[in-house]
């Protein structure tokens, strides 16, 4: 089992036509069942045709309909790339992958707040990952993004983060010490988004096959501390945490849109004292991670 994807999804290419949408899809393609799972492509102007053996729809809807994906990938241009997330929605869609960088915040503002009226309206609820995110990926089932697969290793170890370069060390510590991973999810660094650590760890609760996770966040916002309080009443199984940007000063915008610290909670001082005071095993040393996860399970 995993959360979110398996080896039975069905995925869209929103963008795929593009040159960062089809490497992708061809390296997503080649990595495990990929094959089977990329099923269709989007673009308005190149309805009718193919590339690289999948069928380009003119529509999300159309492509929904004639497949039966139920997840979409987006690598659509910064301007174009909340509209896309937007189609994926009124499309019925489970989840809508989002891995553009650089989307206007207005835009995100503005597609947020209609997908929750359209919620509370009794609409399908649609899980949006992302933006400016890695992706996602069930070991030797499925990868949906820009991770390499070859470091990945399937197991029962649960990884969570907002960075991607971190998700990937996580990642790679397991795999070489024998350990795997049941799924590994890549939030994103934007401040307006979708999956937060919270999600994510509800996920990693109740999956029977994940049996402690590492969870890895980032200076700014309080993500990371909702989802340690949650996990102190909630979570069943063991946490390793570490928080990036120790040394960051505060007011200085670092590296991701949404790790700008104001000085208060959301410095990584603050955060890792919050998940330790939350019962996560936590860890200044990134290299450190999965070697205390073994010391866990």
């Known amino acids: 089992m995993s959360i ?10 929103q963008g795929m036509t593009g040159k960062t949408g089809q490497f992708h899809t061809e390296k997503c393609q080649e990595y495990a069942n990929g094959k089977n799972c990329f099923v269709a492509g989007v673009n308005p102007k190149k ?4 590339l690289l053996g999948i069928p380009i729809f003119g529509s999300v809807k159309d492509a929904a309909v004639a ?22 929605v009124e499309a019925d869609l489970d ?4 891995i553009t960088e650089g989307i206007p915040v207005r835009d995100m503002l503005i597609v947020r707040n209609r997908m929750k009226k359209r919620e509370a309206a009794g609409g399908k609820k649609t899980l949006l990952l992302g933006p400016n995110c890695p992706g996602l990926i069930t070991p030797d089932e499925v990868k949906i993004g820009i991770m390499p697969g070859h470091i990945h290793r399937k197991g029962r170890i649960g990884v969570v983060s907002r960075s991607g370069t971190l998700t990937y060390e996580a ?5 070489e010490i024998g350990l795997g991973q049941s799924t590994a999810v890549g939030t994103g660094g934007d401040p307006i988004n979708g999956l937060k650590h919270i999600d994510i760890m509800r ?7 994940t049996d402690a996770v590492i969870m890895i966040g980032e200076i700014g916002g309080p993500d990371e ?8 009443a909630n979570m069943k199984k063991p946490i390793v945490g570490f928080i990036a940007g120790v040394t960051a000063p505060a007011g200085k915008r670092m590296g ?14 603050a955060k890792l004292a919050i998940m330790e005071e939350c019962g996560f095993t936590v860890t200044r040393d990134p290299s450190e991670m999965a070697r205390l996860i073994t010391k866990l399970i």
């Not at 979110?4 to 290419?13: E, S, W």
């Not at 309805?47 to 193919?50: D, F, P, W």
């Not at 991701?256 to 001082?269: N, V």
Request: net charge negative.
């Open 256 to 269: 991701h849109a949404g790790a700008l610290i104001s000085g208060g909670a959301d410095t990584a001082d």
């Open 171 to 175: 990642v790679g510590q397991l795999t």
């Open 225 to 232: 501390a909702d989802a340690a309080m949650w996990c102190k």
């Open 47 to 50: 309805a009718g045709e193919s």
């Open 95 to 98: 989840l809508v992958v989002c």
């Open 67 to 88: 497949t039966g994906a139920t997840v979409s990938v987006i690598y659509v241009p910064p301007p174009g790339a909340a509209a896309a997330i937007w189609e994926a």
């Open 4 to 13: 979110l994807i398996n080896k039975d999804t069905k995925i869209i290419t």
């Open 203 to 209: 996920m990693f609760n109740d999956d029977p096959d």
